[in-house]
Every structure is written in structure tokens, then in C-alpha cells.
T-cell receptor, first 114, second 113 residues
Framework: DTGVSQDPRHKITKRGQNVTFRCDPI?????LYWYRQTLGQGPEFLTY????????KSRLLSDRFSAERPKGSFSTLEIQRTEQGDSAMYLC????????????FGPGTRLTVT | AQTVTQSQPEMSVQEAETVTLSCTYD???????LFWYKQPPSRQMILVIR??????QNATENRFSVNFQKAAKSFSLKISDSQLGDTAMYFC??????????FGQGTRLTINP
């Protein structure tokens, strides 16, 4: 296992379509985080899981966004009825539970809504 | 809510020079962690250095060191003997416990040959 992977790396979609992204964390990591990064800005927290439980959701995560981690391994982030404002880089990170543990980031999925 | 502010949107230095990136944060907590992350162009974010708030000694990792001033809520990053590979976006981040990271807006650092 070489790190956090995300798929796809790039996604272009038309406004109103649904999209789904996948994140595969480092295998022994039980925490998984989703962040959104718009151009020229720092990442903003969206949600995180400990195993399969979703423990926190940001107010940025509108009802068009849903995230799952069904077996405590990979996670999916779905955006329904995409809007142009959803265009961003979606980053996934994983970590162990310890407070000293580092979050390791994936390469991100760049979403463009036309 | 915690906030992180990076007041230098862009910086540029010559190779081998020393550069310092600034970061301030706001929190009412006493125990927390601070980080500097590097995001090279079109590459993923990696951790450069971290500081535990309960430690008075400033963290150092090879050419990278921090100046942590807890009372002033300041956390600057110093890069010594800068190299072309240091060119990247640098993000200061705050974390309480094992929870989410709160990032600053970033500083775009360019190292010129």
C-alpha cells in the first residue's frame, strides 16, 4: 500500500448531473476525511469517518452532498444536481486514530462543472 | 471557531536564501497541534513539519524550522538554504485532537535559480 488513492483524478460534468468520487485510504487507517479546495485557497473540511461511522459534517456539506464509508475501508462522495459552484478539487485524507497521527492526503479529484 | 491566517499570498526568493512564511491563528483551546503542509504544483499535499502546543521547544526538520509563539498565536516557518524543489504552495493548519484540519489561505513560494 503506497498511499491514499482517489478516483477519478479529473471529472468534467454538466450542471445538473450527479457525480461520485472514490477514496481508498491507507489500509490500516481507520479515520478518513474529505476536504474541498477551490483555486488559490486552502482546503476546507467537509466530513470525516471513523471506521464506517460519519462523525462530523461541515455546514458546507449541503443536502446535495452525501458521503459513505460502508465497510470502514474505501469511501465515496456523491454530489447530486451539480452546480458550477461545486467546481473544485476534492481531497481525501486518512489517518490513524491517535491524536499524534498525521493525515496523509490523496492526489485529489478535480471536478469541473460546465 | 478556530481560524488560521496567512498574510503573505506570494513570496519569491533566490535559491540558497532563507525565507520565512508567516501564520497566525485564533483559538480558545490550550491543547492543539499546528502544521505546515506543502503542495507542489499538480502534486499532492505533504506534511513538512508539526508542532504540539504543549511543547515549548520549536520543531525542526532538516532545513525547515518553526517559530512558535503560543501567547501571540503565531507559527512561522523558516526554510534555510532554499532549493528549487521547495517551490510550492505552503499551508499553515491547526488541529485540535485527532480531528479535522483548519487551513490558512496559503502562501505561494517560488524559489528562483
Amino acid at each position: 500500500d503506497t498511499g491514499v488513492s482517489q478516483d477519478p483524478r479529473h471529472k468534467i460534468t454538466k450542471r445538473g448531473q450527479n457525480v461520485t468520487f472514490r477514496c481508498d485510504p491507507i489500509s490500516e487507517h481507520n479515520r478518513l476525511y474529505w476536504y474541498r479546495q477551490t483555486l488559490g485557497q486552502g482546503p476546507e473540511f467537509l466530513t470525516y469517518f471513523q471506521n464506517e461511522a460519519q462523525l462530523e459534517k461541515s455546514r458546507l456539506l449541503s443536502d446535495r452532498f452525501s458521503a459513505e464509508r460502508p465497510k470502514g475501508s474505501f469511501s465515496t462522495l456523491e454530489i447530486q444536481r451539480t452546480e458550477q459552484g461545486d467546481s473544485a478539487m476534492y481531497l481525501c485524507a486518512s489517518s490513524e486514530t491517535s491524536t499524534l497521527s498525521e493525515q496523509y492526503f490523496g492526489p485529489g479529484t478535480r471536478l469541473t462543472v460546465t | 471557531a478556530q481560524t488560521v491566517t496567512q498574510s503573505q499570498p506570494e513570496m519569491s526568493v533566490q535559491e540558497a536564501e532563507t525565507v520565512t512564511l508567516s501564520c497566525t491563528y485564533d483559538t480558545s483551546e490550550n491543547n492543539y497541534y499546528l502544521f505546515w503542509y506543502k503542495q507542489p504544483p499538480s502534486r499532492q499535499m505533504i506534511l513538512v513539519i508539526r508542532q504540539e502546543a504543549y511543547k515549548q521547544q520549536n520543531a525542526t526538520e532538516n532545513r525547515f524550522s518553526v517559530n512558535f509563539q503560543k501567547a501571540a498565536k503565531s507559527f512561522s516557518l523558516k526554510i534555510s538554504d532554499s532549493q528549487l524543489g521547495d517551490t510550492a504552495m505552503y499551508f499553515c493548519a491547526f488541529r485540535q485532537g485527532a480531528q479535522k484540519l483548519v487551513f490558512g489561505q496559503g502562501t505561494r513560494l517560488t524559489i528562483n535559480p
